[in-house]
């Protein structure tokens, strides 16, 4: 049990990050996202609707957990995806192509991947449900999903995608818990207990796992391992393509509905998917296929129009490392690049974090530092300057490391008193504070930043993913094992260690 109780540490202040914006206001940066309307691309039209009236946008607060809980999710009729011209679509060999205009409605391309599927895989209606064991509205909308699986028995099957949300506490480690389950063929009676409308915290959890026969040892070294962190990671990018925002989702046949709606209201939907699966199969689609038929045109991505932009955690960005100041092997498996402030606070909070990650990980991880010295904190430029001339002098990584000891509270005696304490010269680092000596080259940092879409400190790219604002360390380390995987995947294939890093930033990954 010992291990059990040492897992619960995962659960302290999992989404606690925070971050320094030019607008100079402290953001909680746990997935929180602006979304005025929705812009839409299709083969045929192009056309830009605001998402829904006021009214629905009050009846969807009462019924979706959001990630942003200001943020507005998407109504279930609303258009919102784009790309979808540019990704393959259904195929059937041989023969003429078959004319797809009995598929109707507004539908998503939901590829179901890994994810644990409960009834016939002929089923004419595949509902995808993007789920968060602790979201009150899953466990409503799981009551009705269960009620039409009996009602509908053998003609419907249930897919989870996992999506738990930043403010519930106990969500990833279910998330992460519930995949265990299902590699010991225990899947669907953990998640129905998980989402049995009695409320979640660590001990339901574990009481759970022992009423399904699961091994809780096994369970915590799992856990602790992050053994399925990629699985949930995957299930979240999907998630955020698509357009997700809270939960529950759900695609029925492709068809998106958002937050937990009437049983009735399902009903109505699973009608009229019978109805299209029948008429499929008259023309010839098995079972099997009904499907891939459905979601085959379906919306890859949605694109928001007007929202401000921001970094997507559905992207691997090429930041170059170039002549910038790295610690850790050139070969090793994972390149963490921040993009920092020295005055700002979550910069200092977050390098104690990738102090935890290069004890952990050891020769395994490199940490690259770019400067990017917000406007609205006075000496933060000058310390981007001292570092530079640190840097020069062979002190960078010194420099650094002490002056992150001040906890952003610095004025310019400090960082000379900083220099001399790493062994620096006083006199020739105060000049270099007031030379343009190195300001090239923390312009160069600012303007890439700003290009890739970095717009507040810290900001950190795991092997080109992105990680905004100072995360706790549960979110590294899912960053940092799944690029793990990753690496030795690419070394498998041939990729020599020196080349590891661009060869995974120059992919683009699910």
Not at 26 to 33: E, H, L, S
Not at 124 to 152: I, K, M, N, W
Not at 164 to 171: G, K, R
Request: aromatic share 10%; with cysteine; glycine share 8%.
């Amino acid at each position: 049990m010992s291990a059990v109780r040492q897992t619960k540490d995962l659960l302290c202040a999992f989404f606690d990050g925070n971050r320094c914006e030019p607008a100079g206001v402290g953001d909680n940066f746990c997935g929180r996202f602006s979304l005025p309307c929705y812009h839409v691309r299709d083969p045929m039209i192009s056309k830009l609707r605001r998402p829904f009236a006021p009214l629905a946008l009050s009846l969807l607060a009462l019924t979706v957990c959001k990630r942003d809980q200001q943020a507005a999710i998407p109504s279930d009729d609303s258009p919102q995806a784009t790309g979808a011209e540019t990704l393959p679509g259904f195929e059937v060999t041989g023969g003429e192509p078959l004319d797809r205009s009995d598929v109707p409605f507004e539908r998503y391309f939901v590829e179901l991947g890994d994810a644990p599927v409960r009834g016939p895989e002929d089923a004419a209606v595949t509902v995808v449900a993007f789920s968060d064991f602790e979201c009150p509205y899953c466990q409503r909308g799981h009551s009705a999903l269960l009620e039409l699986e009996q009602q509908y028995r053998g003609k419907i099957r249930i897919a989870y995608k996992a999506f738990p949300l930043d403010f519930h506490p106990h969500a990833m480690i279910a998330a992460l818990a519930v995949r265990t389950a299902h590699e010991y063929g225990k899947f669907w009676e953990f998640h129905d207990r998980l989402l049995s409308q009695q409320g979640l915290d660590f001990q339901r959890i574990q009481q759970y796992a022992v009423e399904v026969g699961l091994d809780l040892d096994v369970l915590a070294r799992d856990i602790q391992a992050l053994k399925y962190g990629p699985s949930v990671r995957r299930d979240m990018r999907q998630a955020y393509r698509l357009g997700v925002r809270g939960t529950p989702a759900y695609y029925i046949n492709g068809r998106r509905v958002s937050g937990a709606k009437p049983k009735e209201f399902l009903q109505q939907m699973i009608d009229e998917e019978l109805q299209l699966a029948a008429k499929w199969r008259d023309k010839g689609i098995s079972g099997k296929d009904l499907y891939a038929y459905a979601i085959a045109d379906g919306y890859r991505e949605v694109e928001y129009e007007g929202a401000a932009r921001k970094l997507r955690p559905d992207r691997i960005y090429n930041v170059p490392v170039g002549t910038s100041p790295q610690r850790g092997p050139k070969t090793a498996p994972v390149t963490i690049i921040t993009f920092g402030d020295f005055e700002c606070p979550f910069c200092a909070r977050g390098n104690d974090t990738l102090e935890r990650m290069r004890s952990r990980y050891g020769e395994q991880l490199r940490v690259v530092y770019r400067n990017y010295p917000l406007p609205f904190h006075s000496h933060a430029f000058l310390a981007a300057r001292g570092s530079m001339y640190a840097q020069s002098e062979g002190k960078f990584w010194e420099f650094h490391d002490a002056l992150y000891e001040l906890r952003a509270e610095f004025d310019e005696d400090a960082l000379v008193e900083v220099a001399k304490k790493v062994g620096l010269k006083a006199k020739p680092f105060r000049q270099a504070l007031h030379s343009d000596q190195f300001d090239a080259k923390i312009l160069g940092d600012q303007n890439l930043a700003r290009k890739v879409g970095v717009s507040g400190t810290p900001a950190y790219f795991v092997n080109g993913r992105v990680i905004n604002g100072a995360a706790p360390p549960l979110e590294f380390r899912l960053a940092i094992e799944e690029e793990l995987q990753r690496a030795e995947a690419a070394r498998a294939s041939g990729v020599a260690p020196e080349d590891l890093y661009e060869h995974l930033v120059s992919q683009q990954a699910p």
